[in-house]
């Protein structure tokens, strides 16, 4: 079964804003600082982005901040042409281990992360619908350990639920993952190694001992 080629469909709709000479309101939920630099300096030529940090599933609370501000603090330093407005979604980590029950012990990159997927591409949709945006969309895609597939059908199933269009991206296309790790050292971004969650961490923590390399 063939994928669908998802970078090429964004291209098509970014020729179409172009051609039509618009500028569509984007809401853009962003996982973090450094997978946003790419997105944001890409799509801001052609949208009108607000970021919308919803990310309930970091743990510990003080990783949850030091995110955020480092999210804030990339917004600001940006050098862009239109400005980029922020929005902070509710910290709720309770009902992310809620979503979790009984999924614990899945792998990385399993239901448990899809089901992450969608809580946070909900909120994501339900916002845009709320304050009329055109479009939402989400920075996870530009991630390799990200499944680009579900990521694309959960958003633009939310989109039909909700009302709003869902911008289809595989942002790490075009070299734009590669792009982001630069940015992220051109900002001295804080690039954390784990997605966020207990479970991403405990496997990262693994690994490391597997490898050798843990110093905690």
């Known amino acids: 079964m063939n994928k669908t080629n998802y970078q090429l469909l ?39 982005i607000t970021v919308l ?11 949850y901040y030091k995110r955020v501000a480092e999210q804030q603090r990339l917004i600001r330093e940006l050098p862009v042409e239109n ?19 009984g999924l614990e012990d899945m792998p990385e990159g399993g239901e448990r992360c899809f089901k992450c997927y969608e809580m946070r591409q909900r909120e994501a949709a339900e916002y845009a619908s709320l304050h009329g945006f055109d479009y939402f969309t989400t920075t996870l895609s530009i991630s390799p350990h990200k499944n680009a597939q579900v990521l694309n059908e959960t958003g633009l199933r939310l989109g039909e639920e909700y009302g709003v269009r869902y ?15 630069q ?34």
């Not at 911008?167 to 790790?181: A, N, R």
Request: glycine share 6%; with cysteine; net charge positive.
């Open 53 to 63: 940090y919803y990310n309930p599933n970091i743990s510990p609370e003080e990783e």
């Open 83 to 101: 400005k980029i407005s922020f929005v902070e979604g509710k910290y709720e980590p309770l009902k992310f281990f809620k979503m979790a029950e």
């Open 167 to 181: 911008l289809v991206s595989d942002f790490k296309k075009k070299g734009g993952y590669q792009k982001s790790i």
């Open 10 to 48: 964004l291209d098509e709709i970014i020729d179409g804003i172009v051609k039509n000479n618009l500028c569509p309101s984007l809401l853009m939920h962003s996982c973090c600082a450094p997978c946003s630099s790419y997105c944001l300096s890409y799509l801001v030529k052609y949208f009108s």
């Open 183 to 216: 940015y992220s050292r051109e900002y001295c971004l804080y690039r954390q190694n784990y997605c966020g969650c207990i479970f991403s961490k405990r496997n990262q923590v693994f690994v490391l001992k597997r490898n050798g390399d843990y110093n905690g």
